[in-house]
């Protein structure tokens, strides 16, 4: 699978980061701000949900994971289609399925409604990841590709502020609560849909036109070069994923990154969906609006810091140590909150704590899940390996967000900590045997 090896991309991979660069980051980004703002409002709003429609612990559920469990659909599709059609083609669709879906929900009559139009919401949230990490993977250098496909998904951060930000000011008015949160599902389209014209304005990237034989017309479609062979780069659907599973060493490589993924999303999105139930076992007698703001309080002073130390060392420590990092102290940070007694009776430890595994998350397997895929398959199954990496960290999100309250009810903070833990564990595992370094290598030697 030599793909692009015969093209000279010494020019691109030794680029200093341009304004083209920061264009292609915040178009990209603005995706992930509206996917967390997205995936992580969800609590807030079945809190004020659940009572209005009283809702039961399998359709809570059901309402917390069905975006997630979407989402790996939608990477799995998005990722193999921009590998067949090119990530032009179909990059921006993905916004446009995410805010029909996100508007959709303002208008839920019933929880069975919401379930199904949070599924739509998912599809276009999981489509945004393969495609919006390849695009920037593929223009940028070598020495700051790492930095600036961070700095992608780094704009969760802007979601986490926004999310609990917006809430509490739309719990600090007067509006039924019927009202706030249907305005505050639908108020997720909107960052959305301003990008969606700047994505479709994007050009195809370099490495993808030699390897697939196209060059890009004055019109920006796509048409077969003079040394196009049909033959060769003619593929179906499925022969991208055959292409991953066949070759022993790509096989291994997005074993390491599925499972990675899954591990790090099944600790992290429980914990973060489910937030405001965490924040319950420190105290139950808190408002809303007040566990609202110590989530807000959480995510400005450890999870934001997380996303910034990423993004500025990634290109320094490289992605393998600062993954197997974050993996250990996730697990001892989930361990402490578990297994130490009287913690939920001091608040200020608690939350420090609690902090700490969102500062290295961020700054650790949240970020680097996310890079590692973007580099480490030929650029041909590219987001075809990507998606599949996605995917299941998505279907890991979903079994964490699943399962968190079932295990909150069963041993509180035991049983749900405690099964976080497990999983930082075996994250660090799989990082240390499965995952190459890829710092400061073109994307062709990778």
Not at 246 to 273: C, E, H, K, P
Not at 376 to 386: A, C, K, L, S, Y
Request: hydrophobic share 55%; aromatic share 12%; charged share 15%.
């Amino acid at each position: 699978m030599a793909d692009a090896i015969a093209f000279d991309f010494t020019e691109l991979d030794n680029a200093r980061i341009s304004s083209h660069h920061w264009k292609i980051m915040l178009i990209s980004g603005m995706g992930f701000l509206t996917d967390a703002y997205d995936l992580f409002i969800i609590g807030v709003v079945m809190s004020l949900v659940k009572p209005l429609w009283h809702v039961g612990k399998v359709e809570e559920s059901l309402v917390d994971s069905t975006a997630l469990l979407a989402s790996a659909f939608g990477a799995l599709l998005f990722g193999r289609v921009a590998d067949m059609l090119g990530r032009k083609k179909i990059y921006g669709i993905e916004v446009l399925v995410l805010a029909a879906g996100a508007i959709g929900c303002a208008f839920a009559t019933n929880i069975w409604w919401l379930i199904g139009l949070r599924f739509i919401l998912g599809v276009g949230i999981g489509g945004d990841y393969p495609v919006s990490a390849i695009i920037m993977s593929e223009y940028a250098g070598k020495a700051t590709r790492g930095m600036l496909v961070t700095l992608v998904f780094a704009m969760q951060a802007a979601g986490l502020i926004l999310g609990p930000l917006f809430a509490s000011a739309m719990l600090a008015t007067s509006l039924p609560h019927d009202i706030i949160w249907r305005i505050l599902v639908a108020f997720g389209a909107l960052p959305a849909l301003a990008v969606y014209a700047q994505r479709r304005r994007l050009k195809e990237t370099p490495r993808y036109l030699a390897a697939a034989a196209k060059v890009e017309d004055k019109e920006g479609r796509l048409v077969d070069a003079r040394h196009f062979d049909k033959a060769k780069h003619s593929v179906s659907f499925w022969d991208g994923f055959y292409r991953l599973v066949q070759d022993n060493r790509l096989f291994i490589r997005l074993v390491g990154a599925s499972a990675a993924w899954f591990l790090m999303d099944a600790a992290y999105y429980g914990n973060t969906v489910s937030s405001p139930l965490v924040l319950s076992a420190l105290s139950s007698n808190h408002t809303l609006l007040e566990k609202t703001l110590s989530q807000l309080g959480v995510f400005a002073v450890f999870a934001v810091p997380g996303y910034a130390a990423a993004v500025l060392t990634m290109d320094r420590l490289g992605r393998k140590t600062i993954q197997a990092m974050g993996f250990g102290i996730m697990a001892a940070m989930f361990a402490t909150l578990a297994f130490v007694p009287g913690l939920q009776q001091a608040a200020g430890p608690f939350l420090v704590i609690y902090g700490f595994s969102f500062f290295f998350t961020e700054f650790g397997p949240n970020a680097t899940t996310f890079v590692y895929p973007s580099e480490i398959f030929p650029v041909r199954v590219r987001t075809t390996g990507h998606g599949i990496a996605a995917a299941m960290g998505k279907l890991g999100g979903f079994l964490g967000v699943f399962l968190f309250p079932f295990l909150m009810s069963w041993k509180g903070l035991l049983g749900a900590e405690s099964a976080a833990a497990i999983a930082s564990i075996l994250g660090l595992v799989v990082t240390l045997a499965f995952l190459p370094e890829t710092k400061g290598r073109s994307l062709e030697a990778i």
